[in-house]
């Protein structure tokens, strides 16, 4: 067991080697996944509200003071670091070495860490609890009810679909489609990836909803609902 001075506040993110954290008094941490011991751990003046990223050399933190930083999995230090208007609530996606996240002041931002500099960013609705990178664009979830496809090079919308209520975690992506779990709504959607349209309708149940993000694993969707958990088969 190892005891922090103050609760892990946004999840965990591993890689081979290593276990990270952030606590919600501004440390973030790397322990060892083996041991338990620290490797190291870095202080910031604010809280950390985004589940941690790792891909690649880095780790990624984002704040609820807007902030999002790169890390070095190896040795904590600052590779760069991007300072939006509004919290950072979801976790960010990596592809092709542009970092993409969205923020409570209601945009999708795109940041090249080869340039090391932003490259778009794009106003939705509302503000923003998640993004995805899909083969076609990077996804993005708004409070405004809205599901938005932008492009991967300048953040043009390619579509955007109305869900049923708010959604509140990242989806489900695949090829060819992604799945929401809508707050306040009985219903899962899944969305075509090409022209935003619904694909399928998964129900919950009565009075059921999830704010949580679902899960795939050993070819089962996994929807967290009040009292339970739901599974369904996932499409081939």
């Not at 005891?3 to 322990?31: I, M, R």
């Amino acid at each position: 067991m190892r005891t922090l001075p103050a609760s892990v506040s946004a999840g965990l993110a591993v890689d081979p080697v290593s276990l990270f954290g952030a606590g919600s008094d501004g440390h973030v941490y790397a322990f060892d996944k083996r041991t338990g011991l620290v490797l190291w751990s870095n202080q910031y003046e604010e809280e950390f509200s985004a589940p941690p990223i790792v891909a690649g050399d880095h780790v990624y933190f984002g704040s609820r003071a807007g902030t999002v930083r790169a890390l070095n999995v190896k040795t904590g230090q600052l590779a760069w670091q991007y300072k939006t208007r509004g919290a950072i609530e979801g976790p960010v996606a990596v592809s092709d070495n542009v970092v993409y996240f969205g923020s409570a002041d209601g945009n999708v931002y795109a940041f090249s860490e080869i340039r090391s500099k932003l490259l778009w960013h794009r106003r939705t609705g509302a503000a923003v609890q998640a993004v995805a990178a899909v083969p076609n664009g990077v996804l993005a979830a708004s409070l405004d009810n809205f599901a938005y496809l932008l492009s991967l090079n300048k953040g043009s919308l390619v579509w955007r679909r109305q869900l049923p209520g708010r959604i509140l975690s990242r989806p489900i992506t695949a090829a060819d489609a992604a799945l929401f779990t809508p707050f306040s709504t009985d219903q899962a959607i899944v969305l075509n990836l090409r022209d935003g349209k619904t694909a399928n309708t998964l129900m919950l149940g009565e009075e059921n909803s999830s704010a949580a993000a679902p899960i795939s694993v050993n070819g089962l969707v996994l929807i967290t609902i009040p009292h339970g958990l739901l599974a369904f088969s996932a499409p081939h």
